[in-house]
């Protein structure tokens, strides 16, 4: 049996390839999960804070997909796992019972304890946990036993793993390394992946599918605000206008991300400033005399956290989640043809 049709058995709403929205932390809310999947994608929700505002996206959710047949309801649910109150969380799931938990952002251990509570609560939910090393692939599959396992690599927007490297190395070592010992956990590819180039050499890296974040900001169904989407839509040469750096998270107060994470996001003045040596009590306080001045006009070139990943400069127009679905999986085939027939 080939990997999708492993995750077919049990989202057997996809087409081929696999593609899923990102679980993007506050952004990507039940509009966009219920579009993905409708598309014929995973929809995913991202991690939120409240679990009261979380349990509304999820009912948003359930209705506009009732009519979809299906044991569980038809998306992921991303959680970021460290800090996060586990039986708070079961109780969500065990409610709600999403065909796919997204687990990232912990050690081994802990995401052992996460599985084991999710597979209690909710037998039918499948566990997926996002990470971005061989060695965590390794730890991760002997502790946890995971359904699948997403592949992050560096050029991700949002917050990731400071230390990784691309998609191009990640995947083939974590599937040679994995198939070494004996596992087969269907991989899944994120990170610079925005169109379906991006998405055809994942699946020759060995990935069964795709993950899309920053693609997804251009979503019609996104809740970015109109400067973010300006920001996203006006950006080019992502690996020159992005950066990955713990400042994003230490300016606006302590820092709750372990060590081993920061962020990529749109280069701005607070990380130009960091860059250049100063340090975060000089630029707070530089950010806070600026917002605090009526007559300076803070942009958000100076200071707003634009999570955005390498990809950013291919996205340019804005979109509905179905035809972006659409156009990736056309353009993968399309990829993948093209690369076969010049062979
Ligand atoms: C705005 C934004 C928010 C994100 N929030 C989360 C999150 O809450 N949990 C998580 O595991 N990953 C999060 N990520 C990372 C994604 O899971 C994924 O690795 C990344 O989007 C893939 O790279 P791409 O943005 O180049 O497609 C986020 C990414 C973005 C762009």
Not at 9 to 23: C, D, E, G, H, V
Not at 149 to 164: K, P
Request: with cysteine; charged share 20%.
């Amino acid at each position: 049996m080939s990997s999708f049709d492993t995750l077919k058995k049990y989202l057997p709403w996809i087409q081929s390839p696999l593609i899923a929205n990102a679980p993007m932390s506050g952004i990507a809310k039940s509009n966009l999960a219920t579009a993905v999947t409708r598309a014929g994608g995973l929809g995913q929700i991202g991690f939120m804070d409240s679990l009261q505002d979380l349990s509304k996206e999820l009912e948003t959710a359930k209705e506009a997909l009732a009519d979809l047949e299906s044991q569980t309801l038809p998306i992921g649910l991303g959680v970021i796992v460290f800090g996060s109150p586990i039986d708070a969380w079961m109780t969500l799931f065990a409610k709600y019972k999403p065909a796919v938990a997204w687990l990232s952002f912990a050690s081994a251990d802990e995401l052992q304890i996460w599985t084991e509570e999710i597979r209690r609560s909710s037998p039918q939910t499948r566990v997926w946990i996002q990470l971005g090393s061989v060695q965590a692939a390794v730890e991760v599959a002997r502790a946890c036993r995971p359904d699948a396992l997403v592949l992050q690599g560096i050029d991700a927007g949002g917050h990731g793993h400071e230390d990784g490297a691309s998609i191009v190395s990640l995947v083939p070592e974590i599937a040679d390394k994995l198939s070494a010992l004996g596992f087969t956990i269907p991989l899944i590819a994120a990170g610079g992946i925005v169109d379906g180039r991006g998405c055809a050499a994942a699946l020759t890296l060995g990935a069964s599918g795709a993950i899309m974040g920053t693609r997804f900001l251009a979503a019609e169904e996104t809740a970015i605000p109109t400067f973010y989407l300006n920001a996203i839509l006006e950006a080019s040469d992502g690996g020159q206008v992005t950066a990955r750096s713990r400042v994003f998270d230490e300016i606006w107060g302590p820092n709750f991300w372990p060590e081993t994470y920061d962020g990529r996001c749109l280069k701005n003045t607070v990380y130009e400033k960091y860059k250049a040596g100063g340090s975060i009590k000089e630029i707070r306080s530089w950010l806070s005399t600026r917002m605090n001045d009526p007559a300076a006009a803070l942009h958000v070139k100076d200071m707003g956290s634009v999570w955005a990943g390498t990809g950013v400069g291919l996205v340019t127009k804005q979109g509905t989640a179905a035809n972006i679905m659409q156009e990736v999986r056309d353009d993968t085939r399309k990829h993948l043809n093209r690369a076969r027939l010049s062979l």
